[in-house]
């Protein structure tokens, strides 16, 4: 067990672009995810397992991301890997899913205990409500299922109608292992364009605006989604309003935004003027093919493949959708979008009202940031602020705004911090790291050898960070990049394979330490913060199971690798690539810091400001024999069991820290 603080953990508060303690030191944030399989319920809601969403009233989350008991084990390993910081999943169907402001008191009290435990090994922690495409019912989790009746859709029509991708409706699990021709690699993210997501996030973020007539319980159907969500954040907030290591709250995981800025008709199928965003592949719907499909109309969809030759998705076929004309409306329920004008059904078929319905509100042009995420943010600050007005607001937008040039919209609450994404979308696509030659997906340009591809990272991570120059009234923010991390399924799992055979040494992991080192030096040429994705403790080395959601595979442990379980790093994946040296605290201001993984070379410079230490760590992972340590302009002690370097500078002005391997 931890050994008892003596005092509370130093306040984290916000100065600009830098996160600082109590003691006036920039703090740096090297954070985790806790974890992937939160996102289903415990002990047996994973995605590898079949199920119709019957008992998405009863199922319980109490357990995720592991039950209590096992807490010592996970949180002792994760500190001695150097994390300071975990982003803590949780989600509105875990703490709402028996209905409508119906809470579960034993989730909640699990959660609680969790987030105080976390204190007691000196981690922040910031809460994310998570989602992804909406809900479980629709190939994610998120969302408690009771919404769709109340928005008036049928979710057991969803997979008939062709309106959402779900694994457990396309998956062969008499069959079992990976199926790419059933269930393709990362496919679930093509929800987003599909009938219910879009049709979900409409109503969630612009129902007001688009569907004003449409009322559930007397409320408009924002208004009644928005404040059940905002209703279970409460509730959480509530029980954590006393513990000072918990920062704050994450607006909502990667939020889609429906229909919203989408003429009726358009189809993107490449950068356009309408649309300049590169084309993914998957099918191109349009609004128009949404609503129609849902209301029962078949349609022929476009799909697009990434092409080598032209280093882009093209249309390659189309697919018929919705064969059948299977309605996902409730029997008596019509289509909100339909009354309010969008458009009428006439012979068959759909015809539109007005092109520009979701573009405009009374003639004004609407952008998804500034009309419906900034009260968005607003509202979320309100809920969490007014339990601990200290609290920190983690802000998201949709993952690909920061790296197409956007920003957060200039109507921003106080204390917000950037907490976008990043990932090499290749190497997360393709579940393959392309070296020594890799390609930039948004440019098609072929990137040759460790440096273009490193400087590519940097490059699109500092566009990240750019996007935080209008938070807090335009003081900026920091940017703690909430999610970034690597597939350890890389090549068809042939680490997991070479484990089986005998292999326990780093040998099997090269592709994924390089992938690892790259990021984390683009983070530490940037000085950001980051919460790699992820740690899942029931991860499995099975290509259907993965993390338990979908066949993602991003954890850095798994209970199939560990050969000891008296060694706190047994288990760990591709541990050279994460568990390396970095600067926790520093009393003054970083100038430089960098790692280089096969020398060991570790080398930092900051402008000491006053009394305080600065804290480094140095992992024994990286320097197992010790480490020549030399301060200039400094004095430094180690502490073997923290594994850390508190540096005390002789005077103010610059300091240089080396340390290479004994």
Request: net charge negative; with cysteine.
């Given at each position: 067990?931890?050994?008892?603080k003596t005092?509370?953990?130093?306040?984290?508060t916000i100065?600009?672009?830098?996160?600082?303690?109590?003691?006036g030191?920039?703090?740096?944030l090297?954070g985790?995810?806790?974890?992937?399989?939160?996102k289903?319920?415990?002990?047996?809601?994973?995605?590898?397992?079949p199920?119709?969403f019957?008992?998405?009233?009863?199922v319980s989350f109490?357990?995720?991301?592991?039950?209590?008991?096992?807490?010592?084990?996970?949180?002792?390993?994760?500190k001695?890997?150097?994390?300071?910081?975990?982003r803590?999943?949780?989600?509105?169907e875990a703490?709402?899913?028996?209905?409508?402001?119906?809470?579960?008191?034993?989730?909640l009290?699990?959660y609680?205990e969790?987030?105080?435990?976390?204190g007691?090994?000196?981690?922040?922690?910031?809460?994310d409500f998570?989602q992804?495409?909406?809900?479980?019912?629709?190939?994610?989790?998120?969302?408690?299922g009771?919404?769709?009746?109340?928005v008036?859709l049928d979710?057991?029509?969803f997979?008939?109608?062709?309106a959402?991708h779900?694994m457990?409706y396309?998956?062969?699990?008499a069959r079992?292992?990976?199926q790419?021709e059933?269930?393709?690699?990362m496919?679930?993210?093509?929800n987003y364009?599909?009938p219910?997501?879009?049709i979900m996030?409409?109503?969630?973020?612009?129902?007001?605006d688009?569907t004003?007539d449409?009322?559930i319980?007397?409320q408009?159907?924002?208004?009644?989604?928005?404040?059940?969500?905002l209703?279970a954040?409460?509730?959480v907030a509530?029980?954590?309003?006393?513990?000072?290591?918990?920062?704050?709250?994450?607006?909502?995981?990667?939020?889609?935004?429906?229909?919203?800025?989408?003429?009726?008709s358009?189809?993107?199928t490449?950068?356009?003027?309408v649309?300049p965003?590169i084309?993914a592949?998957?099918p191109?719907w349009?609004?128009l093919?949404c609503?129609?499909?849902a209301?029962?109309v078949?349609?022929?969809?476009?799909?697009?493949?990434?092409?080598l030759?032209e280093?882009k998705?093209?249309?390659?076929?189309?697919k018929?959708?919705?064969?059948n004309g299977v309605?996902?409306?409730l029997?008596g329920?019509?289509?909100?979008?339909?009354?309010?004008?969008?458009?009428s059904?006439?012979?068959g078929e759909l015809?539109?009202?007005d092109?520009?319905?979701?573009?405009k509100v009374?003639?004004?042009p609407?952008?998804?940031?500034?009309?419906?995420?900034?009260?968005?943010?607003k509202?979320?600050a309100?809920?969490?602020?007014?339990?601990?007005?200290d609290?920190?607001?983690?802000?998201?937008?949709?993952p690909?705004?920061g790296?197409?040039?956007?920003?957060?919209?200039?109507?921003?609450?106080?204390g917000?911090v950037?907490a976008?994404?990043?990932y090499?979308?290749?190497t997360?696509?393709s579940k393959t790291?392309m070296?020594?030659?890799?390609?930039n997906p948004?440019?098609?340009?072929?990137l040759?050898g460790?440096?273009?591809?490193e400087e590519?990272?940097?490059k699109q991570?500092?566009?990240?960070r750019?996007?935080?120059?209008?938070?807090n009234?335009?003081?900026?923010?920091?940017?703690?990049?909430?999610?970034?991390?690597i597939p350890?399924?890389?090549?068809?799992?042939?680490?997991?394979?070479?484990?089986r055979?005998?292999?326990?040494s780093q040998?099997?992991?090269?592709?994924?330490?390089?992938?690892?080192?790259?990021?984390?030096?683009?983070l530490d040429?940037l000085?950001?913060?980051?919460?790699?994705?992820?740690?899942t403790a029931?991860?499995?080395?099975?290509?259907a199971?993965?993390?338990?959601w979908n066949?993602?595979?991003?954890s850095i442990?798994?209970r199939d690798q560990?050969?000891?379980?008296?060694n706190i790093h047994?288990?760990?994946?591709?541990?050279?690539?994460?568990?390396?040296?970095?600067?926790?605290a520093i009393?003054?201001t970083?100038q430089?810091?960098s790692?280089?993984?096969e020398?060991?070379?570790?080398?930092?410079?900051?402008?000491?400001?006053?009394?305080?230490?600065?804290?480094?760590?140095?992992?024994?992972v990286?320097y197992p024999e010790g480490a020549?340590l030399?301060?200039d302009?400094?004095?430094?002690t180690?502490?073997?069991h923290?594994?850390m370097l508190?540096?005390?500078?002789?005077?103010?002005?610059p300091?240089?820290i080396t340390?290479?391997p004994r």
């Amino acid at each position: 067990m931890p050994v008892p603080k003596t005092k509370p953990m130093p306040k984290i508060t916000i100065d600009g672009s830098k996160f600082r303690d109590e003691k006036g030191r920039m703090v740096i944030l090297r954070g985790v995810n806790l974890g992937g399989d939160c996102k289903v319920p415990f002990p047996d809601g994973g995605t590898h397992r079949p199920t119709d969403f019957s008992d998405h009233r009863t199922v319980s989350f109490t357990g995720r991301p592991f039950p209590l008991e096992e807490a010592d084990e996970h949180f002792s390993r994760l500190k001695a890997w150097g994390f300071n910081c975990l982003r803590l999943l949780t989600t509105w169907e875990a703490v709402e899913h028996e209905g409508p402001g119906k809470y579960d008191t034993a989730y909640l009290d699990y959660y609680t205990e969790l987030c105080r435990l976390a204190g007691d090994y000196e981690f922040y922690v910031f809460v994310d409500f998570h989602q992804d495409v909406w809900s479980r019912m629709t190939g994610g989790d998120g969302a408690p299922g009771w919404l769709f009746e109340k928005v008036g859709l049928d979710f057991t029509k969803f997979h008939e109608a062709g309106a959402a991708h779900v694994m457990q409706y396309k998956y062969d699990y008499a069959r079992g292992g990976r199926q790419e021709e059933n269930y393709p690699t990362m496919t679930w993210s093509q929800n987003y364009r599909l009938p219910a997501n879009g049709i979900m996030w409409t109503l969630f973020f612009a129902g007001r605006d688009f569907t004003p007539d449409f009322m559930i319980e007397g409320q408009n159907v924002q208004d009644y989604m928005q404040s059940h969500y905002l209703g279970a954040m409460r509730e959480v907030a509530r029980r954590l309003a006393d513990m000072p290591h918990v920062m704050g709250f994450d607006t909502l995981n990667e939020p889609g935004t429906g229909f919203i800025g989408e003429p009726v008709s358009y189809r993107h199928t490449g950068p356009s003027e309408v649309n300049p965003r590169i084309a993914a592949p998957g099918p191109a719907w349009s609004v128009l093919d949404c609503l129609a499909v849902a209301r029962g109309v078949t349609r022929s969809i476009p799909q697009l493949e990434f092409s080598l030759e032209e280093m882009k998705s093209v249309v390659t076929h189309e697919k018929t959708e919705n064969p059948n004309g299977v309605s996902i409306w409730l029997e008596g329920q019509g289509c909100p979008f339909e009354a309010a004008g969008v458009y009428s059904l006439e012979g068959g078929e759909l015809k539109v009202a007005d092109e520009d319905y979701f573009r405009k509100v009374k003639g004004t042009p609407v952008t998804v940031e500034d009309t419906y995420m900034a009260p968005f943010f607003k509202k979320v600050a309100e809920t969490v602020q007014s339990i601990r007005e200290d609290w920190l607001v983690f802000a998201e937008l949709d993952p690909f705004t920061g790296l197409l040039g956007g920003a957060f919209p200039e109507e921003t609450p106080e204390g917000t911090v950037n907490a976008s994404h990043w990932y090499d979308i290749v190497t997360l696509s393709s579940k393959t790291f392309m070296y020594p030659t890799s390609v930039n997906p948004f440019s098609g340009k072929v990137l040759e050898g460790r440096e273009a591809i490193e400087e590519h990272y940097a490059k699109q991570l500092s566009r990240i960070r750019d996007t935080a120059r209008t938070l807090n009234g335009g003081k900026g923010a920091p940017t703690l990049i909430g999610e970034c991390g690597i597939p350890f399924d890389l090549d068809g799992g042939a680490a997991y394979e070479a484990f089986r055979a005998g292999d326990h040494s780093q040998k099997p992991w090269e592709k994924h330490i390089m992938a690892l080192d790259f990021l984390y030096n683009a983070l530490d040429a940037l000085h950001l913060s980051s919460a790699q994705w992820n740690y899942t403790a029931s991860n499995s080395n099975d290509l259907a199971v993965g993390d338990g959601w979908n066949q993602e595979d991003l954890s850095i442990w798994s209970r199939d690798q560990q050969v000891d379980s008296q060694n706190i790093h047994s288990g760990g994946r591709a541990l050279h690539g994460f568990v390396r040296p970095y600067a926790k605290a520093i009393a003054g201001t970083l100038q430089e810091i960098s790692f280089e993984r096969e020398s060991r070379h570790f080398e930092m410079t900051y402008e000491a400001a006053g009394n305080e230490a600065t804290e480094v760590f140095l992992p024994a992972v990286q320097y197992p024999e010790g480490a020549n340590l030399t301060v200039d302009g400094g004095e430094a002690t180690y502490n073997g069991h923290t594994q850390m370097l508190a540096i005390t500078a002789l005077k103010d002005g610059p300091v240089t820290i080396t340390i290479t391997p004994r």
